[in-house]
T-cell receptor, first 118, second 109 residues
Framework: GAVVSQHPSWVICKSGTSVKIECRSL??????MFWYRQFPKQSLMLMAT?????????EQGVEKDKFLINHASLTLSTLTVTSAHPEDSSFYIC??????????????FGEGSRLTVL | GQNIDQPTEMTATEGAIVQINCTYQ??????LFWYQQHAGEAPTFLSY????GLEEKGRFSSFLSRSKGYSYLLLKELQMKDSASYLC??????????FGAGTTVTVRA
């Protein structure tokens, strides 16, 4: 299947600092990528939809100034958690669709990034 | 918005069959998905239903009834490696996927 790569897999940072997470589609172009967050023993919650060349669309309750999303190319979207706090500690996962495969609707997920804010 | 319900946990023995039910209420519907997620890992795709009926893929089958807002995932010939969380997800017209809370399946020897 299509490959989505996410980096870093693990990150530990101090409270108040910013962390950038990268999501790359390795063998296909992704005009749209989705960012999810998952707290322990909970399901994935959609945070925002990242659109290449335009502003991201954020879900209700997600602060766009805190979670900055940039989708500068067809293969790369980044999520920056600004001024991170311990409550931002979570598993962040990106996903993308490979439209060249037709409408299977399948989302391909990155490996996820586990953020721990001390 | 989406409201997706599935059981929290299920336990079964190796070789058995497990059926995980999922009910949903959505403002728009454009497909239902099942994903498998092992602890600490990203979800992996299992199945996709957009029309009513049963889709079979090896040991896994998925069923959809759009009129009832109901789906199930059937796991046959359970193996230890099937112990994981199974996520029911519904796609809306904007291709956004909303996930249920997941069902943790534990397979015992």
């Amino acid at each position: 299947g299509a490959v989505v790569s996410q980096h870093p897999s693990w990150v530990i940072c101090k409270s108040g600092t910013s962390v950038k997470i990268e999501c790359r589609s390795l063998d296909f172009q992704a005009t749209t990528m989705f960012w999810y967050r998952q707290f322990p023993k909970q399901s994935l919650m959609l945070m925002a939809t990242s659109n290449e060349g335009s502003k991201a669309t954020y879900e209700q309750g997600v602060e766009k100034d805190k979670f900055l999303i940039n989708h500068a190319s067809l293969t790369l979207s980044t999520l920056t958690v600004t001024s991170a706090h311990p409550e931002d500690s979570s598993f962040y996962i990106c996903s993308a669709r490979d439209l060249s495969r037709g409408d299977t609707g399948e989302l391909f997920f990155g490996e996820g990034s586990r953020l721990t804010v001390l | 918005g989406q409201n997706i319900d599935q059981p929290t946990e299920m336990t079964a023995t190796e070789g058995a069959i497990v059926q995980i039910n999922c009910t949903y209420q959505t403002s728009g519907f454009n497909g239902l998905f099942w994903y498998q997620q092992h602890a600490g890992e990203a979800p992996t795709f299992l199945s996709y239903n957009v029309l009513d009926g049963l889709e079979e893929k090896g040991r896994f089958s998925s069923f959809l009834s759009r009129s009832k807002g109901y789906s199930y995932l059937l796991l046959k010939e359970l193996q230890m490696k099937d112990s994981a969380s199974y996520l029911c997800a519904v796609r809306d017209g904007d291709y956004k996927l909303s996930f249920g809370a997941g069902t943790t399946v534990t397979v015992r020897a």
